[in-house]
Structure formats: C-alpha cells, structure tokens
C-alpha cells in the first residue's frame, strides 16, 4: 500500500507545565523539547512506522529547521524527495504547553505551510499515479486541500481527509466522501 500524505511540516517546540497559565500569569516548566511535527507529518510518521511506503509533500522554509525535519523524516522511512523549500519564509513552527494530564495550548505559526500551493500540487498530481491513498488535514490553506482532494479522486485513490485543526472548510469536502472515520 503505497500513501502519499499531503500537508503540514512543522518544528513543535513543547514545553511540560503542571498546569496551563492563565493570562498573565508566568509558570516554571518542567520539561522543553524541540520535535519535528505538523499533522501532515505526524500522519507520515504514523504510517512508516506501521509498515507503510510513505511518501510526504509538503513546503518546509530554506531553513535549519527545514533541514533537520526533512532528514528527520527520512530516517523514519518514508520518500521526502518531493518536499518543496521556500527561501521567502521560514519553516513552520508550533507553540505547545501541555499540563500533566495533556491538556495543551498549541500557537501554529504556518511559515512554509501557508504558502503550499500550485507547486505542490503539480508534485502531487505525479505522485497520485504512485499511490493508493491520500492523507490530507487543514494546516495549509484550504483552497490547496480541496484541489488536493479532487485531484485525488480524478486519480481514484482513496481519499482520506482528518479535518484538524477544527475549522470552516468548504462543503465540497464533505460532498466528496473524504472524511473517513479515523478511530473506532
């Protein structure tokens, strides 16, 4: 099963707090990493681990950032030969708090992910004649996700879209089938 994620590429900075600060307020954490992510990456490196051929399109900046998530990604088995690179922004960046029992805060800075685009989808519709299954979620804009999604179904790959981050999307995507139960 060959699947071709299309979406977000983002470093997550985390930091572990006891709880969430309210406004104003300044707390001590207790933990900080700095991880690669992006729902779109994160839905790649799911399904690498779980034996699939993944291959990730997404825009990261020209930036070290960018560099590392890309040889991240690439470490965790999947084609990243078809990440785009804009030198006109930086790599998209998450902001999360989590407390102890995971809730979190989450500020996306989209950099690269707001510029995916023509270019991206021109990459895209190569790869579909490749793949079985397209992942897509809403991190980059969402004209580019319904082009994405109907190019898949011209493709007739099966189509699988997560609506996160929660938002208003257009009802075509609905009207399309693409949103597929993830989780029993």
């Known amino acids: 099963m060959k699947i071709v994620v299309f979406g977000s590429i983002n470093m997550d900075y985390i930091a572990r707090v006891l709880h969430l600060p309210i406004p104003?307020?300044?707390?001590?954490?207790?933990?900080?990493?700095?991880?690669?992510?992006?729902k779109g990456a994160n839905q790649a490196?799911?399904?690498?681990?779980?034996?699939?051929e993944v291959m990730m399109i997404g825009c990261v900046g020209s930036d070290i950032f960018g560099d590392n998530?890309?040889?991240?990604?690439?470490?965790?088995?999947?084609?990243?030969?078809?990440?785009?690179?804009?030198?006109?922004?930086?790599?998209?960046?998450?902001?999360?708090?989590?407390?102890?029992?995971?809730?979190?805060?989450i500020i996306v800075i989209?950099?690269?992910?707001g510029e995916v685009g023509k270019?991206?989808?021109?990459?895209?519709?190569?790869?579909?004649?490749?793949?079985?299954?397209?992942?897509?979620?809403?991190?980059?804009?969402?004209?580019?996700?319904?082009?994405?999604a109907i190019l898949g179904k011209e493709k007739?790959?099966?189509?699988?879209?997560d609506p996160a981050p929660a938002q208003k999307f257009p009802g075509e995507l609905l009207k399309?089938?693409?949103i597929k139960k993830l989780m029993n």
């Open 119 to 148: 270019n991206e989808l021109m990459i895209l519709e190569g790869a579909l004649e490749k793949g079985d299954i397209l992942l897509l979620q809403l991190e980059i804009p969402i004209g580019i996700v319904l082009q994405a």
């Open 45 to 52: 490196v799911a399904c690498a681990r779980l034996g699939a």
């Open 176 to 178: 399309m089938n693409t």
């Open 24 to 38: 104003g307020e300044t707390i001590i954490g207790y933990d900080f990493q700095r991880l690669p992510g992006g």
């Open 110 to 113: 989209p950099g690269a992910n």
């Open 69 to 105: 998530i890309v040889n991240e990604l690439k470490n965790s088995g999947m084609d990243v030969s078809r990440i785009s690179r804009n030198n006109r922004v930086s790599t998209g960046v998450a902001l999360i708090i989590v407390n102890k029992t995971g809730e979190n805060n």
């Open 156 to 161: 007739k790959v099966t189509v699988i879209l």
